[in-house]
């Protein structure tokens, strides 16, 4: 067995260099495939796919302390689609895992990507960029089981997609968008998790986008359990976002912050202890803010 082992090992690694020198070559470079399959502690796998079109990877880490990099540019790139490649998804089961997920260009796809362990050890963490249009996308996009698990999100560009899901204690979602038309949605269940979220222009990125200010992007976020915490920030020219917030539970906390025009917030928590916070005091006007609460000894707060 150890010998098919090693055998595997060497042809994903000939063909990663097969890769790697193809790379300045145009006419070769749609329809790539990779699979990589590491089980045990400790390892480093590195996939890149440059400049193709409709190229798909999807990996097994089983074991702790593992890292995982993939890296794609160009268009109808996907990561972690069962459909496409038969050995399955993005996985990593274990401790203390890291994940890396590159995306640059347009209409690319990261679905049944799975971060798992049973609770206990460290947690996984999971860093994912976008840059471009048309990016992430599709359902179960980010999957993580356990406690103390950590996603690190960054949206660069236009009508870019993604779902994170996130199950058991003290997990935490840090998500940055900038430019227009951007969908992010986040779910937690547990408790003492976190969620931050921030909207900004894309007077940030002249460098990249033309767009001056980022505009109609969307925030969905839903928390079930007690003591989690949520926050969104719109700001620098930010304008005309829908932010729609969820919790259901106890001594849980929510707050939206903008300094800038037509925004719409809807925050909805159930249960007891809850605390509501929408602020648009910085902007021009044409806000609108939304508090619903349903149980006992619970605090709204509305400012205009």
């Known amino acids: 067995m150890q010998n098919v082992k090693t055998i595997l090992i060497a042809a994903t690694a000939l063909t990663l260099m097969s890769g790697a020198a193809l790379a300045t070559d145009s006419e070769n470079k749609s329809e790539n495939k990779s699979y990589v399959e590491q089980d045990g502690s400790k390892h480093e796998a590195d996939v ?17 302390e593992n890292k995982l990099t993939i890296t794609q540019t160009g268009s109808g790139q996907t990561v972690g689609d069962r459909s496409i490649v038969s050995q399955g998804p993005i996985l990593q089961a274990g401790t203390g895992n890291e994940l890396t997920i590159t995306q640059a260009g347009q209409n690319n796809t990261v679905s049944n990507v799975y971060q798992y362990h049973d ?16 990016n992430g996308a599709s359902l179960s996009s980010l ?26 204690t003290s997990n935490l979602i840090e998500a940055k968008v900038v430019g227009d038309g951007n969908t992010v949605d986040a779910y937690q269940a547990g408790h003492d998790n976190k969620a931050y979220f921030k909207s900004e222009s894309n007077d940030w990125n002249k460098d990249y986008y033309e767009t001056p200010n980022a505009f109609n992007n969307n925030i969905y976020t839903t928390q079930f359990g007690t003591s989690n915490e949520l926050l969104v920030e719109v700001y620098n020219g930010a304008n005309g976002n829908d932010i729609n917030i969820y919790q259901s539970g106890l001594d849980n906390y929510a707050q939206s912050s903008s300094v800038t025009n037509g925004n719409s917030v809807d925050i909805d928590q159930l249960h007891d202890y809850n605390a509501a916070f929408v602020d648009t005091i910085g902007g021009q006007g044409g806000n609108i803010g939304v508090i619903y609460q349903n149980g006992y000894h619970n605090y709204a707060n509305v400012v205009q």
């Open 48 to 64: 890149y796919q440059y400049g193709s079109t409709t190229s798909y990877v999807a990996t097994t880490q089983t074991g702790s």
């Open 119 to 134: 609770g206990d050890g460290t947690g996984n963490v999971a860093t994912l960029t976008f840059d471009g249009i048309g």
């Open 143 to 168: 999957d993580q089981r356990g406690s103390g698990n950590v996603v690190t999100a960054s949206f660069n560009g236009n009508y870019n997609n993604f779902n994170f899901q996130q199950y058991e």
